[in-house]
């Protein structure tokens, strides 16, 4: 799994940051795609690649206490983009939000239920018109 982790610290850990990151060597098991650092300080952006757990919590055990990381799971937009369109071209007339949630008795539910609210919505906005109707 490809994952992004924005890394930030305080300004006045920069140098433990500094002396702990050129002594760093990140596990044989995560595949880093990229790093980048922010020109305007105290942050760090990296691409990454594990499917193991384990090796992200090695990978980032050095920092903990000195650092804050987000990790977020990214793709490439038009990966992202062509997934979408095979989701939405297997779901057929069902639409790609039932593609999406999948087929069980969670998305049937789910269904279920938006379709309860779009007729409260109608009686609503129906009750709405109707007394309009009577006041003038």
């Known amino acids: 799994m490809l994952l992004m982790d924005i890394i930030t610290w305080e300004p006045k850990d920069s140098e433990k940051v500094k002396s702990c990151y050129m002594n760093y060597e990140y596990p044989k098991d995560l595949k880093v795609i990229d790093e980048w650092m922010d020109l305007a300080g105290y942050r760090m952006f990296l691409i990454y690649e594990t499917d193991d757990e ?3 919590a090695a ?4 920092f903990i206490g000195l ?3 987000e ?3 990214v793709m490439k937009a038009e990966e992202y983009m062509q997934m979408v369109q095979e989701l939405a071209g297997k779901a057929g007339e069902k639409g790609l939000e039932t593609a999406a949630q999948g087929e069980g008795a969670a ?3 789910i269904l279920k ?3 309860n609210l779009e007729k409260r919505i109608y ?3 129906h009750h709405s018109f109707i007394r309009q109707e009577d006041t003038t």
């Open 54 to 56: 384990k090796v992200y």
């Open 67 to 69: 650092c804050r990381f």
């Open 123 to 125: 009686r609503l906005e």
């Open 113 to 115: 239920q938006i379709e």
């Open 59 to 62: 990978a980032n055990l050095p």
């Open 107 to 109: 998305g049937e539910e």
């Open 71 to 73: 990790t977020f799971p």
